[in-house]
C-alpha cells in the first residue's frame, strides 16, 4: 500500500544524504528493473543505514585477503640480485627478535615477593600470568634458535619449523606463536612489539608492586584478571563471589593519584563504530575516517547485584580482537 509512511511511500529516500535513492514507484516489473538500472552503481553505506567508515572497513578487507593471496602465489623464490638471500634475511630478523626478547622469569622467586593472599587475589593472577607468558616466550625463543640452526644445516627443517620460516619471511606471526598466545591479529612487527610491551607492563609490575592501572587488554587471561578483582571485593565484605556482576565508570579524573578503595582502575580498551564525546562525556557518530579510538579510563568496580545501578547506558559487547567471534574453553569462557 503507497499510501503508507516511511519505505513504502512514493519516492522515499532510503538515505537522507543520498536522495536519489528512492523506491522505485508501483508499475511493471520491466519499469521496475529500469528504475533500479537508473541508481548510481557504487551504493553508499548510508543507505543500508552505515556509518561512511563501513566503506573503510571493507576496503580494507578487501586489501588484506588480496595481500594474503597474492603472498600465496608469489611462493619463496628469489631473483638473481645482489641482495640479501631469503635464509639471510630470516636469520637477522630471528636474531633480532632474540636480542629483544627477555629471559623468562623465575617464578619462585616472584612468587616470594608475592606469595598467595587470603586478601589480595592479584598476587595469584600475576603468577599465572607469569606462568602463561613465559610458555609463550619459550615457544617463540627456542623456535627462533630452532630456525637459525636450520639455516645453518645443523637442524632438520620440520615441516613446523617450515611453516614458521615461511611466515617470518613474509611479515605474518607464526601459526606455532598463536596456537600457544594470547589472540592476536596483528603482522610479526605489530605481534612482537606488543608482546615485548606486555612483558614490560609485568616486569614494572614485580618490580613497582601492584599497578595502580591495569593495562586490561595486555593481560593473557583477563577473565581471571577480573575474578580476581570479584575475590579481592567479595573477601573484604564477606559477600558470596556468585552474588556479584560488575558496575562500570569512566571517572573524570583520567589521571588518578591512588588506587580505588574497590575495583580496578583500567586501560587499553578501544571503540569501534563510535568514538567517546569528551566534552558533553558520551558516546557519539565516529568521526569521519576514524575507525577506531580510545575508550577513557574504565573503572570496574564489583557490586551486588541486586545493588547495581541503572542509568541511561549502552550495553556494549568487548572483544580481546576485532574479529567478534571466539571458541568457548573448557572453563566456559570465550577465547575472544
Not at 39 to 60: C, D, I, K, S
Not at 90 to 108: C, F, L, M, N, S
Not at 122 to 132: G, P, S, Y
Not at 201 to 226: C, E, H, N, R, V
Request: charge should be negative; include cysteine.
Amino acid at each position: 500500500d503507497s499510501s503508507g509512511g516511511g519505505p513504502l511511500q512514493d519516492g522515499y529516500a532510503l538515505c537522507a544524504e543520498h536522495p536519489e535513492f528512492v523506491v522505485p514507484p508501483p508499475a511493471t516489473h520491466e519499469e521496475t528493473l529500469a528504475s533500479i538500472g537508473e541508481l548510481p552503481l557504487v551504493v553508499p553505506p548510508g543507505v543500508y543505514g552505515f556509518h561512511e567508515n563501513a566503506n573503510l572497513t571493507r576496503e580494507q578487507g578487501e586489501t588484506y585477503a588480496m595481500m594474503d593471496s597474492l603472498l600465496l602465489t608469489v611462493g619463496q623464490a628469489t631473483g638473481g640480485g645482489g641482495g640479501a638471500s631469503t635464509e639471510e634475511v630470516i636469520g637477522h630478523v630471528a636474531e633480532d627478535i632474540i636480542a629483544k626478547t627477555p629471559k623468562p622469569w623465575d617464578i619462585a622467586t616472584v612468587q616470594a615477593k608475592y606469595p598467595t593472599k587470603y586478601g589480595e587475589s592479584m598476587n595469584t593472577v600475576l603468577i599465572q600470568e607469569l606462568n602463561r607468558f613465559n610458555k609463550l616466550n619459550s615457544v617463540i625463543t627456542s623456535s627462533l634458535k630452532d630456525i637459525l640452526k636450520a639455516i645453518k644445516g645443523l637442524l632438520l627443517m620440520s615441516e613446523d619449523l617450515e611453516q614458521v620460516f615461511h611466515a617470518l619471511y613474509n611479515g605474518k606471526t607464526p601459526a606455532m606463536w598463536l596456537a600457544n598466545s594470547y589472540p592476536s591479529l596483528k603482522p610479526l612487527g605489530g605481534y612482537t612489539s606488543d608482546f615485548l610491551e606486555r612483558l614490560k607492563f609485568f616486569q614494572t609490575w614485580i618490580d613497582k608492586g601492584i599497578p595502580l592501572l591495569f593495562w586490561i587488554s595486555g593481560i593473557y587471561f583477563t577473565q581471571a584478571f577480573t575474578t580476581g578483582a570479584s575475590q579481592n571485593f567479595a573477601r573484604k565484605y564477606t559477600i558470596p563471589i556468585d552474588t556479584l556482576t560488575f558496575h562500570f565508570e569512566m571517572p573524570k579524573e583520567q589521571h588518578p593519584d591512588e588506587k580505588p578503595e574497590n575495583g580496578v582502575y583500567t586501560y587499553g580498551v578501544f571503540l569501534e563504530g563510535c568514538k567517546w564525546d569528551w566534552e558533553a562525556w558520551e558516546l557519539a557518530e565516529s568521526d569521519p575516517k576514524m575507525l577506531y579510538v580510545p575508550v577513557p579510563m574504565i573503572w570496574i568496580l564489583p557490586c551486588k547485584a541486586s545493588e547495581l545501578q541503572e542509568f541511561p547506558s549502552y550495553e556494549c559487547p568487548l572483544y580481546k580482537v576485532s574479529t567478534r567471534k571466539g571458541v568457548l574453553s573448557t572453563t566456559g569462557h570465550s577465547t575472544n
